[in-house]
């Protein structure tokens, strides 16, 4: 009997640290590592960034995901790696798909307006970078983001609205919210969707998002 398991990497979304995926389980025969947010340093690239991100997978032909900001990292990610798979949730794989209101902010830089020395206090960062106008779950999903490190805030913030991908990676997979405010779903092409799944749902839906990763795995 095989005892090997598989290694499945996750890159948490903007700000957010290892407790968003408190929800997510799988069985024994897969082994969870979540990486933590670098500090980027001065006028470092995105290129540059997941290049040192991509170090810390240490096993060949691993599954590598990333939520939200995370998506994108990880795709950047990808192209220092082989992975067996790359999965992106409540996230984006090309420019196209971002919102209006980020293309604009790309445009204008409206982005730099943004107090973001004051991230757990400031609900325009969380409404910006997560979404939900519950206050709900604001509070809920504002209880997970303890990056707070004004440096990482200001690159991460920067590198997601001007964030250039034209063209899709091959093969890799996108599972979605129909309910997302952040990236809406009239934006996404090509995405597995979770009904009523909302931009935080890798939170509030840990267990159906486990049991479709698991389908992705074994496919």
Request: charged share 30%.
């Amino acid at each position: 009997m095989n005892s090997e398991k598989t290694h499945v990497y996750f890159v948490p979304g903007m700000a957010a640290g290892s407790e968003i995926f408190r929800n997510i389980k799988f069985p024994e025969n897969y082994k969870i590592h979540i990486l933590e947010w670098l500090i980027p340093e001065k006028d470092e690239n995105l290129e540059a960034y997941a290049k040192r991100m991509a170090i810390e997978v240490k096993e060949k032909d691993a599954i590598l995901i990333g939520v939200s900001f995370g998506g994108v990292v990880v795709q950047e990610m990808n192209h220092f790696l082989k992975l067996r798979k790359l999965i992106i949730i409540s996230s984006v794989k090309t420019r196209n798909e971002l919102p209006r209101r980020m293309k604009l902010a790309s445009l204008t830089k409206a982005y730099k307006l943004i107090p973001t020395s004051l991230v757990l206090s400031a609900e325009d960062l969380t409404k910006f970078s997560v979404g939900p106008k519950s206050k709900k779950r604001l509070a809920m999903y504002q209880e997970y983001l303890h990056v707070r490190n004004k440096q990482y805030l200001d690159w991460a913030l920067e590198k997601m609205v001007t964030w250039n991908q034209k063209e899709k990676i091959e093969n890799i997979i996108h599972i979605h919210g129909e309910k997302d405010m952040v990236f809406p779903i009239k934006y996404i092409d090509e995405c597995k969707v979770i009904k009523g799944g909302t931009h935080i749902m890798i939170l509030n839906k840990g267990k159906e998002i486990s049991k479709k990763l698991v389908e992705i795995f074994e496919e």
